[in-house]
């Protein structure tokens, strides 16, 4: 394993088993009363969080300390990066104190790869701009593999805001690397540019009708549609989007009673889902919560306490 965790391309398809491993490991350790490891005392980690946050940010938090790490958070808002310190002088402050992993949220595509050069520590990406997720994307493969057993030829679709979702692009390179037929399907104008190369080189299918895929497929992810990042009219209206793509109540029956129902959360729920696919008995949002805490244990330990250090 690399010494960061910036993008899926990090790993390959034995790091990634090795660190499933792991983590059902680590999902044990959550079923304990006492849920304290020794592997990473003494060890600091950083969550510099840029962006908000509620289930990343304190799962790392929980996985480091529950591996005994030390893990302190700082959030953009409250830290002299609103007084307009540069990125570059606030983390090479905080690596000045000594820390061994730093996890970080940043609006900009690209920030996580920039500040691994700039220090020793490891750094892990958790969402840059609309570039990648990289935990999110391992913990629902870990979740569907659970769920399925393999992933390898199951047809997952992954339905949304494509254009804003760096969780679409971790998960396309995590699920097609470990043999996933994987469909993605949004409306026009959240398509990305340049899809249908990136589509023909990395081997998914892309599509705008979800009626299409949604009778085929063995698995669903909905992303969320990201309106704090939309500038302008993405679509006519809530009420339309729903229409074209919300998994509603009706798409709903369409499914098996076995098909699992994957959203990486917050959820709008009356908009890309409807109450009743997300409490539904195989929706698995509170599982992919759950996976988040044994991955991100598994990666800060591979990462810090690995064969390597
Ligand atoms: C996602 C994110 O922030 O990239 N959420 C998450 O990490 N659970 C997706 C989103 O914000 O819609």
């Known amino acids: 394993m690399r010494r960061h965790l910036l993008s899926i391309d990090d790993l390959d398809v034995d790091d990634i088993d090795t660190l499933f491993a792991t983590a059902a490991e680590m999902h044990d350790v959550q079923r304990r009363e006492v849920k304290k490891l020794p592997?990473?005392?003494?060890?600091?980690?950083?969550?510099?969080?840029?962006?908000?946050?509620?289930?990343?940010?304190?799962?790392?938090?929980?996985?480091?300390?529950?591996?005994?790490?030390?893990?302190?958070?700082?959030?953009?808002?409250?830290?002299?990066?609103?007084?307009?310190?540069?990125?570059?002088?606030?983390?090479?402050?905080?690596?000045?104190?000594?820390?061994?992993?730093l996890v970080m949220r940043h609006p900009a595509s690209g920030a996580a790869l920039q500040v691994s050069q700039w220090v020793d520590a490891a750094v892990i990406n958790a969402g840059d701009g609309t570039h990648e997720h990289p935990t999110q994307a391992l913990l629902d493969a870990y979740t569907l593999r659970r769920r399925l057993g393999t992933l390898e030829g199951q047809k997952i679709a992954i339905v949304g805001d494509l254009t804003h979702s760096r969780v679409f692009r971790s998960n396309v390179l995590c699920l097609t690397k470990l043999g996933a037929e994987v469909t993605v399907v949004a409306p026009p104008t959240l398509m990305p540019s340049g899809i249908g190369p990136w589509s023909a080189q990395a081997g998914f299918a892309t599509s705008y009708d979800l009626d299409e895929v949604l009778p085929e497929a063995d698995a669903v992810m909905m992303l969320r549609v990201q309106r704090e990042r939309m500038s302008g009219g993405y679509f006519p209206?809530?009420?339309?989007?729903?229409?074209?793509?919300?998994?509603?109540?009706?798409?709903?029956?369409?499914?098996?009673?076995?098909?699992?129902?994957?959203?990486?959360?917050?959820?709008?729920?009356?908009?890309?889902?409807?109450?009743?696919?997300?409490?539904?008995?195989?929706?698995?949002?509170?599982?992919?919560?759950?996976?988040g805490v044994a991955i991100r244990m598994a990666v800060l330990y591979h990462l810090l306490a690995g064969e390597e250090s």
């Not at 700082?74 to 007084?83: P, R």
């Open 39 to 101: 592997a990473l005392r003494g060890r600091t980690v950083i969550n510099l969080f840029f962006e908000d946050s509620t289930r990343t940010r304190s799962s790392f938090e929980i996985a480091g300390k529950w591996l005994s790490a030390d893990t302190i958070n700082i959030a953009a808002k409250g830290s002299s990066a609103s007084k307009g310190e540069s990125l570059r002088d606030t983390v090479l402050t905080i690596a000045a104190m000594g820390v061994d992993a």
């Open 237 to 291: 209206s809530p009420r339309e989007y729903t229409v074209g793509y919300g998994l509603t109540r009706d798409r709903l029956g369409v499914l098996g009673p076995d098909v699992p129902i994957c959203h990486p959360g917050p959820m709008n729920r009356g908009l890309e889902i409807a109450a009743d696919a997300a409490d539904a008995a195989q929706s698995a949002v509170l599982d992919q919560v759950s996976a």
